[in-house]
């Protein structure tokens, strides 16, 4: 297959393009610079411009761009980075697809920060979306911005990712140097439900979702039984065998942080149920298979 990638040379879209190789697919890089070899189209996603030969020549085409979630301060200008890196990006590409003959199919990067923070309360894809924090009304308009595509007949996935697991970046990269200078411990009382799931799983249902025509809609890209921030930092504790009792108060985090401490502290116990039901079996299904894949592979 012919996979046209924005944002492939971050953490996810770096692995997801080894992936796709291996498998023997044929990757397209969307670039904001000059293009510098055949497997590279230069686009702007903020002026509305792509080339449309290649997004008409793709067999799926997926958004994984996004200013990084971990920047601080979330001041307003920051916040319309946030936004628009997701948002406007999603909507040139699928303007594109909704222009396109063949009607690609989209995958659009998302979030879990739609859920809000929901407690114990079991989520899957049919549970309601209140996006009551900037973040998660980010998410919603970010799943908004892929409707042209869907209007025009595409087939259209929206991928609710959770933590992606993996030493090499994302989260997990700074947690495991705090956690080994023995500085590691529970945010705010540890009862906040924290969904993760592992890289290579990440990139297997990613790759999944691209593959299976009978695939469409939105899928929460997260590992089956869901763990708590407590039961995380002890786990991830034990595999570097460090203490884990500096726990970060909930007080100090809103005041310092500001909005950042909503993603923080916010519950959100999410199951993979769609992915699930429709054949994906993990490879990572439980927290202690998903860090000990996270610190080895």
């Known amino acids: 297959m012919r996979i046209v990638v ?6 996810l879209g770096q692995a997801w393009r080894e992936h796709l190789a291996r498998q023997g697919h044929d990757v397209v890089r969307l670039v904001r610079e000059e293009a510098v070899s055949a497997n590279e189209s230069q686009w702007d996603p903020y002026a509305g411009h792509v080339d449309q030969q290649v997004i008409d020549s793709a067999d ?13 301060p979330w001041t307003a200008s920051y916040k319309r980075t946030l936004r628009d890196s997701r948002t406007a990006t999603t909507r040139t590409l699928a303007d594109a697809i909704a222009r396109s003959s063949g ?5 659009v990067q998302n979030g879990v920060a739609g859920y809000g923070d929901r407690g ?13 924090t900037t973040l998660g009304r980010i998410t919603l308009d970010w799943q908004d911005a892929a ?43 540890g009862r906040q439900y924290f969904p993760t799931i592992s890289l290579n799983d990440w990139v297997r249902a990613a ?16 590992g089956p ?12 504790g034990r595999m570097l065998n460090r203490p884990t009792l500096i726990r970060a ?19 959100v116990r999410l199951e993979p149920a769609r992915l699930e039901a429709d054949g994906f079996v993990f490879e990572q299904p439980t927290l202690n298979d998903r860090l000990a894949s996270a610190m080895t592979t």
């Not at 009607?103 to 995958?107: A, H, R, S, V, Y």
């Not at 108060?249 to 519950?267: A, D, I, Q, T, V």
Request: hydrophobic share 40%.
């Open 60 to 72: 799926v085409v997926a958004n994984l761009a996004g200013a990084p979630i971990g920047h601080w």
């Open 147 to 189: 409707q042209p595509a869907a209007d025009a007949g595409a087939r259209v996935c929206i991928m609710r990712t959770a933590v992606v697991l993996h030493k090499s970046g994302g989260a997990l990269k700074p947690m495991i140097l705090q956690f080994r200078a023995g500085l590691g411990g529970p945010i705010g009382d």
């Open 249 to 267: 108060p909930k007080w100090p985090m809103r005041k310092f942080l500001g909005e950042l401490s909503n993603e923080l502290l916010s519950s």
């Open 6 to 11: 924005a944002g492939a040379s971050g953490f």
């Open 207 to 222: 790759t999944f979702l691209a593959t299976t025509d009978t695939c469409k809609g939105v899928y929460n890209l997260t």
């Open 225 to 236: 039984n869901p763990t708590t921030n407590a039961e995380f930092t002890k786990e991830l």
């Open 103 to 107: 009607k690609p199919t989209f995958l």
């Open 120 to 132: 114990d309360e079991v989520l899957t894809e049919d549970s309601s979306t209140p996006g009551d």
